[in-house]
Every structure is written in C-alpha cells, then in structure tokens.
C-alpha cells in the first residue's frame, strides 16, 4: 500500500511540475509578444517613386531587421491630405505604439498628431518637419541637398550661362530649402542667370509642359535644375524631343531615384543628388524603439551625397538590393 502510495504522489509530481513547465512556457511566450510594439505607417502616396521607395524600406526593415521589435501595418494617402489624417486617426483608434508618417500638407497635420500624444502615441514623421511642438523628424538636409546640386551646376556651367530652376510642391519646407541651397551655391558665380523658377508639384508631365514653353521663350537655356529627377527627366524629354539636347552643358535633380541614376549612368544627365531611404528607415525605427524604451526623441539628419558617373554604380546596386531594380 505505501508502494502505491509513493507512485501515486510521484505521478502527481510529474504531472504538477508539467503544468507549471507549460505555464512558464505560456508566460515566456506572453513576455514575447509583450515586446513587439504596434506601428501604423501612414504613406504618402505609393505612386510617387522617393516616398513609395521610403515607405516600402520602412516595412522592409521591420521584416528583415526589427520583426522581434515592431508589427507594422501600412494606409496608404494616395497624395490626399484628408487621406493622411483619416489614416493617422485609424491607427489612433486602434491604438499603436507609434506612428511614421510622410506628410504632404505639413499644417493640416498639426491636430491629428497633438490628438496622437494625447493618447500617447508617438509620431515620426519621415522627410518633412511639422511645427507641432511633439512629433520629431528623419529627414536629409534639404538646403545641404540643394546645395551640392547648385555646386555642381556652378562647376560645370559655360561662362554667362543660363539655367532655368524646376521646384516642387509649393510651400513645403523641402521645396524652400532646397531652393535656397541652390541659389546660395549658384551665387559664388555672378554670370549664372536664373531665368524662370517654377512649381511642377513633383509631377514629369508638367515639367515637360513648362520646358517646352521655356525653349520656345528662350534662345539660350544652359542647363535645368530640378528638385527631383521625376521633374528634370520631364524636362529633358522636352529638350530630346526638340532636338536640343547638345545645347544643354548641365541637367541635375535629387532625391537618386533608380531612373535618375540610370539617366546619370548613361550620360543622358549631369548628375542627381541621393537620398539614403533604406539609411533614413532604419533612424525612423531606431528613434522609435529609442523613446518607447523611455530616452529623448529627437530629429535625425541622414547624410547625403552627390551622385555622378563616378559613383553611380554604387546607388545603383542600392536600388537593386531594395527591388526597384531588377
């Protein structure tokens, strides 16, 4: 009888320290899950190559690198601002930890992200800098970007020359800097003559509408500036289509989009100016774990650099390793 008994209590054993194995075990994965933080992006619009190339490499980092970090779950704005806040209000309802967005009207965000750290969510907002008093940004310097274009249209450019300069969307802080870095770059040479600035709203068919116009109102252009390379190839495709490409000694953008560095390795342009978006996600969720794990949240300035034949290969193999080359 006592034999049974002590084979009873050691089955009992088995069975009890069992339990409480697979009640750590169930704990250990809740303690698992508990660290993956929620993240919404709110995109700009996926049909614009350097904001779709930006948000895809945000998610393809969460994926790849930060999938123990972040679950991550993607609105798209479609270049829409009501768009972008109804998307910044859905993932306030549900409740996420943190929140990256690509503004496109910087002002009509203000409300929706003061309502987003009123329910304690933080915001990232990628490229843009909004005023809101919370929210921080990763951007490039766009005055640094405007800069490196104008110097080396400066380099380049014909004695007296005459250069037309194609912005983006009006009012954007991207848009205003980059100008400004341009004209401070062009201004170490007093020949250079800017004679049109125009908004083409980052938009290839209204680039190439102005240029036409602006070959047929001028004698001499030579060279075009343009605050991406969707805008400048618009315009150089005027010019193709004219028959006077020859006349043009410089034709630069930014933002190194894969069609920009195919242009710039063929000869067709002078040179573009990069972005680093796989280098600019990667801060974006760096700055996120760094003050959901409770540190300061702070702007991030990635680097950026001129991209020319001598280096274009390397941005090249860039855009193939993200997939926008194949």
């Known amino acids: 009888m006592k034999k049974l008994l002590a084979v009873l209590l050691a089955v009992i054993m088995v069975i009890g320290l069992a339990a409480c194995g697979g009640e750590k075990k169930e704990e250990t994965k809740k303690e698992d899950e508990v660290k993956k933080w929620s993240a919404g992006l709110v995109a700009k619009n996926q049909t614009d190559q350097f904001t779709a190339w930006q948000a895809n490499e ?17 609105i798209d704005g479609a270049g829409d601002n009501a768009k972008l806040i109804s998307g910044m209000e859905t993932f306030i309802s549900k409740g996420v930890d943190v929140i ?27 490229s843009e800098k909004v005023d809101d008093g919370n929210s921080t940004a990763i951007v490039s310097s766009e005055k640094d970007m405007g800069y490196l274009l104008g110097e080396k249209a400066a ?52 680039a190439m509408n102005y240029m036409d116009d602006w070959l047929t109102a001028y004698d001499k252009i ?17 010019i193709e289509n004219a028959g006077r490409l020859d006349e043009f000694s410089f034709l630069g953008g930014i933002d190194g989009l894969p ?6 390795k063929s000869g067709l342009t002078t040179c573009s100016v990069a972005q680093n978006a796989p280098a600019q996600a990667e801060a974006a969720l760096e ?24 280096n274009v290969d390397k941005w090249l193999e860039i855009h193939e390793k993200s997939g926008n080359i194949e």
Request: with cysteine; proline share 3%; net charge negative.
């Open 58 to 74: 945000l998610v393809a980092a969460v994926e790849n690198k930060y999938s123990d970090k972040f679950n991550i779950e993607v």
């Open 287 to 310: 700055m996120a774990i760094q003050t959901l794990e409770g540190g300061t949240q702070e702007e991030v300035v990635v680097p950026t650099e001129l991209i020319t034949i001598e």
């Open 100 to 126: 990256f967005v690509q503004p496109n009207d910087i002002e009509s965000l203000i409300p929706t992200i003061k309502e987003a750290y009123n329910q304690g969510i933080i915001v990232i907002t990628l």
């Open 222 to 238: 030579d060279g075009v500036l343009s605050h991406d390379d969707v805008m400048l190839l618009g315009a150089v495709k005027a």
């Open 155 to 206: 380099e380049v450019l014909p004695e007296n020359a005459n250069v037309v300069l194609i912005e983006g969307q009006a009012g954007l802080t991207a848009v205003i800097e980059r100008t400004a870095g341009i004209k401070e770059a062009l201004s170490k040479r007093d020949d250079i003559n800017i004679l049109v600035i125009q908004n083409a709203n980052w938009e290839r068919d209204k």
């Open 259 to 264: 069609e920009g560095c195919e242009a710039v």
